[in-house]
């Protein structure tokens, strides 16, 4: 076990870092920065306090690195590329939450978006957090304040008011998958589905 | 201090046990609740450990009183109250949201709402925590499904629509509360507001 954990460290440097992000990235989603030791990340990952420290000598450097390389592409993942890719804005955002209504009722419990965990965990007390957890919200709006820009209501609008409607499409999402969790049903990310659709198409911003 | 301590706690239990609960609401809202030692609130609150214990046998018994007795009321005089007052549903929510912004200019730093960051930390760990925390939703969103019944809109929908509509508006205050947390101005909660506001208006939940 420790000649294999150092054949790989030696011989796959990126493949262990990338380990060790995806083992963090999975616990502190599901328990929170707090509330994870880096001693779990260690065990989970089979990683000895050396390797782990060679890659990300702190704790905090682990998580701003699963911030920058696990949320933010999974924001990417989840939001950016199916809107940017949707027939309509209406259309993509709709598919968007089926597809993480479906998720949510095939593992049976809610474990919440990353970004909004980490944000509400980490925000206040730590500039850099807040820095990089910023900009992964400023990505996703900008990226959907791009798409209003082609929608028949949002043409209309200038940039500052199509980020304020992009605002308003995140906090919707955040605020839903908040009340998700905290009820673990999907119901709160369904009914706010059927109320933002009804937005969107009531705004001229569907298509 | 150890002499004026018990005699605080022998003359006064109510008063020990507001304050720890004062204290503890306080550092869970700031920093949460996995980052809070029981040692921090022992010291900030001038209490001993067997005091403590006396009224709070764990940490867990603490939180779930700070979400009853603390948080819960917290929601009802913010949102709540002011919302089952107000003239109109539109001025009751533009009122509140007016009042949260106030309070976070002023203080200069945004927190954030104690239910979100506290329904984020613990829901999905702890069924006893996901309970006491739904129950809060649950009371805000049945207090604003209330009042929606009063409006021309509101009035013509069923129960279920109502808090299908009170329900929306929680999410996007949560959500634009997470983003303002994030970015640390109240602008995301000023843009909800505006857009929640028209939102009202035009679905005839205004008044």
Request: proline fraction near 3%; charge should be positive.
């Amino acid at each position: 076990m420790e000649a294999k954990r150092k054949r790989t460290r030696q011989n796959d440097p990126e493949g262990f870092r990338a380990r060790v992000l995806d083992v963090a990235a999975g616990l502190f989603q599901a328990q929170g920065y707090h509330a994870t030791a880096i001693q779990d990340i260690m065990q989970a990952a089979g990683a000895s306090g050396g390797a782990l420290h060679h890659h990300f000598p702190t704790k905090k450097s682990l998580a701003l690195a699963v911030v920058q390389e696990r949320v933010a592409p999974a924001v990417r993942e989840t939001w950016i590329e199916p809107v940017r890719l949707a027939q309509s804005l209406g259309k993509g955002v709709a598919n968007v939450f089926a597809s993480i209504v479906a998720g949510l009722e095939t593992r049976g419990k809610v474990v919440g978006c990353p970004l909004n965990n980490l944000a509400l965990e980490l925000s206040l007390s730590d500039a850099e957090f807040r820095e990089a957890i910023s900009a992964v919200f400023e990505e996703w709006q900008a990226a959907l304040a791009q798409r209003l820009g082609d929608t028949r209501g949002g043409a209309r609008l200038d940039r500052a008011r199509r980020m304020e409607a992009a605002q308003f499409i995140v906090s919707v999402y955040s605020g839903a998958m908040t009340m998700a969790k905290s009820s673990q049903t999907a119901a709160p990310l369904s009914g706010a589905a059927a109320m933002l659709s009804r937005w969107l198409r009531d705004r001229g911003f569907a298509q």
